[in-house]
């Protein structure tokens, strides 16, 4: 489904060179859950922006469904974004101007024949059970709420990998025992691919697969 | 997308509130800049009336009495008189020459000096005399062929109009004055009457199409008339030249030779000076100030225009700098840098469309009270024929649509460039932005 080969990441300044990832081989299966621990800085993030193709890699291929996207540009890179991925991040990432649903149709608002995007976006909120929320603001809500909303954007354009950077990192652990029973059930009930970096162990053990990093490079325990 | 404008626009108007209190301001004060410079430019690309390009005029002069070349034998009035046609003949003869003919002093189209009358027309109509302005002419010197002036239907030709006889105070006339004063009947055989003394009447024999009096001013309310019946004894006179079409009155004045000038000496008469008609009107521009007044204008809407672009420009990068993170969302989920751009710019257009429809409506009640601008227009001449410009629904229609494109234009110029440099960042970075 998504593989990653001799990915390196170096970041340039004028006196100092950085190496976020070192020679970084990963496979993803269709339908796994995985999750990347690793400390702080050791490239976990870096690693899933790569994945998401929201940042290039310095060297090495990145492989969605058997095809190199490594070279794209960035209209085939941003069109591989809205179809195949959905985003989760840590601080959720709403937009406080618009409301619950439209937060949650801004996938489809960059499709060609996205459908019917307002009845999709309700669809998605009725998922997360935050429907009676959707003319809400996201300032409105607890942070679980947000979180909630976040996931609803991430899988209303029915992508086929769910990439969540530290989901519950700004949630209580009940809010974040409640986000992390939706992914499962995202992964187990939809058959959703999701990659998942995480500091906590506990969820990390829920998951399929554990894949640890340290200093930006994938270490076996 | 139009309602992700709509909403962003809406959500975040209280941030927007000062950029779009700007832009009313600036569309009304846009309006009221530039309709002075609008004005200008378009009352100095009306038609003139004559083929100015084709034109040229040679003054000549006299040699003083008691110069060594001065031929005492021709200066008498009937030397004088047959030397002035002898003159305008050699001119007539020279290689490019069409048609010439001898002005009157003074009577030169776009002449410094500017003569008015009032009249009235005698009509149950007419409650009040109406201006015009006036021009002398010479009969028989083929006065209205060589200005290339057209007669209307029903008005003898430019021909007949040139070499008939003329009785004192007859006329010919604009279309525009025959509107005036005799609208949708032909004028000729009609009289004017003096305004202090209705049993004095002065009969039009003639009427022309619009010919304009000064390059600068709009009011083409004209008429031509004659004091004299020919030729008359002068020390200086002026000649209208109408060249070739094949050839520039600049290339013809600049190849004028000093054998030329020999070849055009006629008595005690000499040319003293040759000047393209298009440099001649831009001299009396130049003197009435309407070159530096028009530049002014067109400078002042220029340097507003630039402001605008820099001031929407600076405004929307200070709002569009809070929105990285957002871009970063929207750039996450799939928006190109195009939809990028096109969400910012499209923001600014909806924008300054509804600031300028309310800064329009504002500058509108300013010029129901105080009027649009006039431009160079001769007050108490009215010009029943004239363009939008006189007509106030037109003037503020024609007015608002340019102001219009031209603060959209700005709009976009002032909006695109933060909109790029912005849709320029990478997701990453702009979700990293607090």
Not at chain 2, 84 to 107: H, Y
């Amino acid at each position: 489904m998504l593989t990653l080969n001799d990915i390196n990441k170096i970041y340039r300044t004028k006196t100092i060179e950085t190496c976020a990832l070192n020679n970084v081989n990963l496979h993803v299966e269709k339908g796994e859950f995985l999750s990347i621990m690793g400390p702080s800085g050791c490239g976990k993030s870096t690693l899933l922006n790569i994945m998401g193709l929201l940042d290039r890699p310095t060297s090495g291929t990145v492989t969605v469904n058997g095809e190199d996207v490594t070279g794209l540009g960035d209209r085939e890179l941003a069109r591989f974004r809205n179809r195949t991925f959905g985003f989760v991040f840590q601080s959720f990432q709403l937009i406080n101007t618009l409301s619950v649903l439209d937060n949650v149709t801004l996938p489809l608002l960059y499709r060609s024949n996205p459908g019917n995007i307002e009845q999709l976006a309700r669809e998605a909120l009725e998922k997360v059970g935050l429907s009676h929320r959707m003319t809400h603001k996201p300032t409105q809500l607890s942070g679980g709420q947000a979180q909630r909303v976040a996931i609803a954007r991430a899988i209303v354009g029915n992508p086929a990998i769910i990439l969540a950077d530290e989901p519950c990192g700004n949630l209580d652990s009940r809010m974040g025992s409640e986000i992390m029973e939706l992914l499962h059930e995202l992964n187990t009930s939809d058959g959703r691919t999701i990659v998942m970096v995480t500091h906590n162990e506990s969820q990390a053990k829920e998951t399929d697969r554990i894949v640890h990093f340290f200093d930006g490079q994938q270490v076996t325990l | 997308m139009f309602r992700l404008i709509f909403k962003n626009l809406w959500n975040r108007r209280r941030a927007y509130a000062w950029l779009f209190i700007e832009l009313i301001v600036v569309s009304a004060l846009a309006c009221a800049i530039l309709d002075g410079g609008l004005i200008s430019i378009h009352d100095a690309n009306l038609p003139l009336g004559y083929d100015s390009d084709r034109l040229l005029i040679i003054e000549a002069g006299s040699i003083p009495e008691g110069a060594v070349t001065f031929d005492a034998s021709a200066a008498n009035s009937v030397s004088n008189v047959e030397n002035q046609l002898r003159f305008v003949e050699k001119v007539k003869q020279m290689p490019g020459v069409v048609m010439v003919s001898e002005l009157e002093q003074d009577g030169m189209l776009n002449c410094e000096s500017t003569s008015m009358n009032s009249f009235y027309s005698g009509t149950e109509a007419d409650s009040g005399a109406n201006g015009i302005l006036t021009t002398l002419f010479i009969p028989g010197t083929n006065y209205f062929e060589t200005y290339g002036i057209k007669s209307v239907p029903g008005s003898p030709s430019p021909e007949e109009l040139s070499a008939r006889s003329y009785a004192r105070k007859e006329f010919v006339i604009t279309r525009s004055v025959a509107e005036l004063f005799w609208p949708g009947e032909n004028a000729v055989g009609k009289e004017f009457i003096n305004p202090r003394d209705s049993t004095v009447r002065y009969p039009v024999v003639g009427v022309v199409e619009d010919v304009r009096q000064k390059s600068h001013i709009r009011t083409n309310c004209l008429a031509f008339t004659t004091w004299r019946s020919g030729i008359e004894p002068a020390d200086y006179f002026q000649v209208l030249v109408r060249l070739d079409d094949t050839i520039d009155p600049e290339t013809f004045a600049a190849a004028f030779s000093n054998d030329d000038a020999r070849r055009l000496r006629t008595g005690n008469f000499y040319v003293k000076s040759l000047t393209p008609y298009a440099d001649l009107i831009a001299n009396v521009e130049n003197s009435a100030g309407a070159t530096a007044e028009r530049n002014m204008s067109i400078a002042l809407a220029v340097f507003f225009l630039i402001n605008l672009i820099l001031g929407i420009s600076s405004s929307f990068f200070l709002q569009t700098r809070r929105r990285i993170r957002e871009m970063g969302v929207h750039l996450s989920f799939g928006a190109t840098r195009r939809h990028i751009t096109a969400m910012l710019m499209g923001e600014g257009l909806v924008m300054a469309a509804i600031a300028f429809i309310i800064g329009d409506i504002l500058f509108l009640q300013w010029a129901l009270k105080f009027g649009l601008s006039t431009g160079n227009f001769m007050n108490g001449i009215c010009n029943p024929a004239d363009t939008w410009a006189s007509h106030f629904g037109q003037h503020f229609a024609i007015l608002s649509g340019i102001v219009f494109i031209l603060v959209i234009i700005c709009v976009l110029i002032g909006t695109w460039l933060p909109a790029r440099s912005l849709s320029r960042i990478s997701p990453v970075e702009a979700l990293r932005n607090e």
